[in-house]
């Protein structure tokens, strides 16, 4: 990942729907990640450069930061040390990825992801939950496919308990979740990851049965976009992009 990564064009797409002009926020000073006594390799510099930037961005654009200022302080905080611990692209991406996890807005995303990155919320949705409980499953999708039901009681996501799922996108770490956040992480939970084997456990009268969801993948569109004509003289395009 180079510096030419440019944080601020990364994140243009998702930030449009979310900003105007620099929004006055609360006197919260933010951390300076580039003067941390941690001291990033040459590998490291461009990301620590990608992290000083996003944590300015953010405050002075940002349109939803407040009630998050001290948060994004905290995680700011801790990025140096995160970086010295990434040792690939991928790792270093994450440190990043982990940043946005704070804001807890789908609407805010990197134009780029490695083979490891979260699944996007709510894109990477095959289902919906609520309290542990299914609350919708997106028709046709590798939920369904591997019987899925509205009602089940989600106990494990891609092997790992959902409380635990769930705290690990919480940030920063150890922060009381709001409402909205804690929903949030719900379904960042369920989304998971690219490179983990994505399945579902969860608990029916029968007992406990987990579900793999990578082996009922949906058929993928040869097509970029797609469109016809449903009941009601209703036209549905689709675009089969990447997420």
């Known amino acids: 990942m180079k510096s030419s990564l440019k944080i601020a064009a990364a994140l243009a797409l998702g930030l449009a729907a979310c900003v105007t002009q ?5 006197d919260t000073k933010q951390p300076d990640v580039s003067q941390s006594a941690v001291v990033p390799t040459a590998e490291q510099k461009p990301v620590a450069a ?27 905080a801790g990025v ?11 790792a270093q991406l994450r440190v990043l990825e982990d940043l ?5 807005d789908p609407h805010v995303s990197f134009g780029t992801n490695s083979d490891a990155s979260p699944r996007l919320v709510p894109s990477g949705n095959d289902y919906w939950l609520e309290n542990g409980v299914v609350t919708g499953v997106r028709p046709g999708g590798a939920a369904a496919l591997a019987g899925l039901r509205f009602g089940d009681e989600v106990v494990a996501v891609d092997g790992e308990p ?6 690990e996108r919480i940030r920063p770490a150890g922060v009381t979740p709001t409402p909205a956040q804690l929903a949030w992480a719900e379904h960042a939970a369920a ?13 029916r009268a029968e007992g406990e049965v987990t579900l793999l969801l990578d082996g009922a993948l949906p058929e993928t ?4 976009v797609t469109a016809q004509m449903l ?13």
């Open 22 to 26: 620099p929004v006055p926020q609360p």
């Open 50 to 76: 990608d992290a000083a930037q996003l944590c300015t961005l953010v405050p002075e654009h940002y349109v939803f930061f407040a009630g998050k200022e001290e948060a994004w302080a905290t995680a700011c």
């Open 80 to 90: 140096p040390a995160a970086i010295a611990g990434a040792e690939t692209k991928a």
């Open 100 to 104: 946005l996890d704070v804001l807890y």
């Open 162 to 167: 959902l409380e635990e799922a769930i705290a």
């Open 191 to 203: 989304a998971g990851y690219r490179d983990r084997l994505h399945s579902v456990t969860v608990r």
């Open 221 to 224: 569109a040869e097509e970029p």
């Open 231 to 243: 009941k009601g003289n209703i036209g549905y395009i689709r675009l089969n992009n990447s997420l």
